[in-house]
């Protein structure tokens, strides 16, 4: 049975569009998943860090994997891309979270979905809305509804090329 799944992309070190097109692709390519749409990209400002502007995106995935396991995949893509850990919040050459797996909650030492920064997010809240316009956040309520508290957050759709 395939659930609807979001993936949160995100890159600010060396090419970060294209880094974010070919993981997009890699999404695509993932076992047991189809990718069903993808946002436009965006251009933001980081939060809670220093370093370039992220350039970000979300993907819509139907996926019979398990929550656990698309996971793996998606840390195993960040690591395909040079993808790092030094510190909370540091640049990277690669960011892929899991937004949103159907209408589940999982709290483990691993994995929280919804994604617990989502709502204080533009980077995530607007290119997912971008993609379902009529989006609730499991426990949360409509993605529309945080769209106020972020408007400050500096954020721009960027030019197809």
Do not use: C, W
């Amino acid at each position: 049975m395939n659930v609807r799944v979001f993936i949160g992309i995100g890159a600010n070190l060396g090419d970060a569009r294209v880094t974010v097109s070919k993981a997009i692709a890699a999404l695509a390519q993932l076992p047991d998943t189809t990718l069903v749409a993808q946002s436009a990209l965006f251009g933001s400002a980081p939060i809670d860090s220093t370093g370039h502007d992220y350039v970000n995106a979300v993907a819509e995935l139907a996926s019979s994997l398990s929550a656990a396991d698309l996971l793996q995949h998606l840390q195993a893509i960040e690591l395909a891309h040079g993808r790092e850990r030094p510190y909370r919040n540091a640049p990277r050459t690669l960011d892929l979270d899991l937004l949103m797996y159907g209408d589940e909650e999982i709290n483990t030492a691993d994995l929280q979905v919804p994604h617990p920064r989502m709502t204080e997010r533009a980077f995530v809240l607007l290119p997912l809305l971008q993609l379902a316009t009529d989006i609730s956040i499991p426990g949360k309520g409509s993605a529309q509804d945080y769209i106020a508290a972020v408007a400050e957050q500096r954020i721009q759709e960027l030019p197809t090329t």
